[in-house]
């Protein structure tokens, strides 16, 4: 038997935080497939062996050893989040075309791990929406989820099986649904959120999976691997502007509660602005960053042409970082607070 | 004749305003959605190029130092002009596509760059060849450009051909993908950014291919041995 140090803390290696970093979305993900079906399992696989088979590539490409780096897991914490942010009845070209994006040009051609300054996922989803908005719509009704066999069939071959209703595969989501029923309007929020489909908190069944998202961030945070400030501060800016937006029209604007629950925010708020990497590093700076990204998912979500608005708050809050980062900057221990340059 | 292959190797390969100097961007990466609009848009600039490094080559000795920038700039608009006239007049289908990228070549870095760097200081002969292979430089990789964003965004090459070749540009058009095919992000800015940087890249690689097979001629003994 060997004795350790106990006093020194083993170094966390980039596949273990990485390893539990995925364990932490299996509540999620149960119960995403629980209301969604399959599809999240077969978009998960995909995304999966996609990424890898990239970054194996590009790093053969790039000269440099292949293995090490395909072991510290972190092209499939890409995919997974990927995978997660995209619709679950997605075909299977369009998550194939997002994790080559994500990782080809968004993480390997910026010197892979570490180096990227936009968060891989997240340029993936951007480029899928950007490009194929129709397909991106596939977001199946939890409400009435098809069978597993109408999925597979939905996903790979682009056909239903008879009697199946297309309106089974491509079912606005909540956000949609406010957004296109404001818009013919006639009917003010409290209206429109009383159907079937906005459940208790906003998001039937989308709910669930988003305390499941909480609790993953809860347990990685307890765990030390992402600090408080950024998910905290990112919760606060999406409940502080669609709470003031909502506090003056109630009427046209729905409650922070909706928000919180609906799209991607609790994803994004546990795992997508707490990447250290292409977020901030500094503890004042994650507040600025995370605030900021919630305030930019509600107002691009509320006044902009898309459904959900965190991959592009998220890259454009990405760009701020090194300008986040170098005004707050910590004052080393010793030194006088004076002001930086 | 040593010093004319110098100058066609600068401004189509070593000095390409394109993916060198990267003067001009902005109608490189505005107008390269498609083949057509980057040729149309590369001729065009060719052509003011070519005659503007003459026109200033032939009056540098009469143009004081002091002012030779506003009547540099005199002398492109006033070409542009001729072009932008008669562009409309005869392709003027094309002229609409276009729209004020044709106009904006007045203000084009490299015309202006050109003409500053190499004609104020060169013979006239020099300066016609030098604006000529500049401008078909940037022709060049206008056109790679524009077919690598038609062929990822629609899957067609060469489609529109009608509005510079006529009718029989009809028959010239390929389409190599199912027509309902669609990549929207090679059409819209972010794809001429990454393709832009895709040529650029692949110069590069080219480039350092050739240093090596170079060094590699020239020494073969000391990379035998850095090689084990």
New interface residues.
């Given amino acids: 038997m060997t004795l350790h140090a106990t006093h020194i803390a083993k170094p966390a290696t980039v596949s273990a935080v990485m390893l539990k970093v995925l364990a932490a979305m299996l509540p999620g993900i149960a119960l995403s497939v629980h209301f969604n079906g399959i599809g999240v399992l077969v978009q998960l696989l995909l995304a999966s062996v996609t990424a890898l088979l990239a970054e194996a590539a590009m790093l053969r490409l790039r000269g440099v050893p292949v293995t090490p780096f395909l072991k510290d897991l972190s092209a499939i914490v890409t995919a997974w989040l990927l995978a997660l942010a995209m619709p679950p009845l997605g075909a299977w070209w369009l998550i194939v075309v997002a994790t080559l994006f994500a990782i080809v040009?968004a993480k390997q051609l910026y010197g892979g791990l570490g180096n990227n300054p936009f968060n891989p996922a997240m340029v993936g989803f951007a480029?899928a929406i950007?490009?194929?908005p129709a397909q991106m719509a596939a977001w199946g009704s939890p409400l009435a989820p098809l069978d597993a066999a109408a999925q597979l069939q939905w996903i790979f071959s682009h056909t239903l099986p008879a009697g199946s209703a297309l309106d089974a595969v491509s079912s606005a989501t909540p956000l949609d649904l406010l957004k296109t029923g404001l818009l013919q309007g006639g009917r003010d929020v409290s209206q429109l959120l009383a159907g079937d489909r906005f459940g208790q908190l906003g998001n039937a069944g989308g709910e669930w999976i988003a305390l499941g998202w909480l609790a993953g961030g809860l347990w990685l945070w307890q765990q030390k691997l992402i600090p408080w400030q950024t998910p905290l501060a990112t919760l606060a800016g999406v409940v502080a502007m669609s709470g003031a937006l909502w506090l003056a029209a109630p009427a046209h604007y729905a409650s922070p509660l909706f928000h919180l629950f609906n799209g991607a925010t609790l994803l994004a708020a546990m795992f997508i602005v707490t990447d250290p990497v292409s977020g901030s590093t500094t503890p004042r700076g994650r507040l600025i960053f995370g605030g900021l990204v919630g305030v930019l998912t509600v107002l691009i979500r509320v006044f902009g042409g898309f459904p959900d608005a965190v991959a592009f708050a998220v890259l454009i809050m990405n760009i701020a970082v090194p300008f986040i980062d170098q005004y707050t900057q910590p004052t080393v221990f010793g030194h006088k607070g004076g002001r930086r340059a | 004749m040593n010093n004319w292959q110098e100058i066609s190797r600068n401004g189509l390969w070593r000095q390409n305003p394109g993916l060198v100097q990267l003067l001009g961007l902005c109608p490189v990466l505005a107008i390269s959605n498609n083949v057509v609009n980057a040729l149309a848009l590369g001729l065009a600039t060719t052509l003011v190029t070519a005659l503007s490094g003459t026109a200033v080559a032939s009056v540098r000795n009469l143009v004081p130092n002091e002012i030779r920038n506003p009547i540099f700039i005199m002398i492109i608009a006033g070409l542009v002009t001729c072009v932008d006239l008669a562009m409309n007049a005869w392709l003027h289908e094309l002229y609409l596509v276009l729209g004020i990228f044709i106009p904006l070549i007045t203000t084009n870095c490299i015309v202006m760059a050109r003409a500053e760097a190499f004609a104020s200081r060169n013979s006239v002969t020099e300066a016609a060849l030098d604006g000529l292979m500049m401008g078909l430089g940037l022709t060049g990789v206008l056109i790679a450009l524009g077919a690598l964003r038609e062929l990822a965004g629609k899957g067609t090459l060469l489609a529109g051909a009608d509005k510079l070749f006529g009718e029989a540009g009809h028959a010239m058009v390929l389409h190599l993908a199912p027509a309902n095919y669609q990549f929207l992000l090679a059409l819209l800015p972010p794809g001429a950014f990454l393709g832009l940087g895709l040529l650029i890249a692949g110069k590069n690689l080219l480039d350092a291919r050739q240093r090596r097979i170079a060094a590699t001629a020239a020494n073969p003994a000391t990379h035998a041995v850095s090689q084990p």
Avoid: E, L
Wanted: charged content about 0%; glycine content about 0%; aromatic content about 20%.
């Fill in positions: 040009v480029v950007i490009s194929f």
